[in-house]
């Protein structure tokens, strides 16, 4: 069985920054006690002309284990009220998951 890394871009506009990492801080995830989730980081890239870039990424003992947590009660609750937060999103996250091969 292989590690996944699954991973969400999120371009935040300029001068919300802080506003978005709070969210993170602050959001109830429900991720420590699903199966096969190991580790989870909030990444900050660089800052370009209108926002800023940003990515989750998340750890997994297989593909199959985010697959079934994208389907479970505590993804649901941990999504819940995503769309409470007006002015600090341009466009929706670029998905991006990925198999660990080494």
């Known amino acids: 069985m292989k590690n996944y890394i699954a991973m969400n871009r999120f371009k935040i506009a300029l001068g ?6 709070g969210i993170w801080k602050n959001r109830e995830t429900f991720l420590d006690d699903v199966d096969g989730f190991q580790k989870f ?32 009660e505590a993804f649901r609750k941990a999504h819940s009220g995503g769309g409470d937060h007006q002015g600090i999103y ?3 996250p670029d998905f991006e998951g990925f198999e660990v091969v080494l």
């Not at 919300?16 to 990492?21: G, N, T, V, Y």
């Not at 990515?55 to 947590?69: G, I, L, P, Q, V």
């Open 41 to 72: 980081n909030l990444l900050k890239g660089p800052v370009n002309d209108d926002h800023s870039l940003y990515t989750s990424h998340s750890t997994w003992r297989s593909k199959a284990d985010f697959e079934n947590w994208k389907k479970s």
């Open 16 to 21: 919300r920054e802080s506003d978005f990492e």
């Open 90 to 92: 341009l466009g929706h």
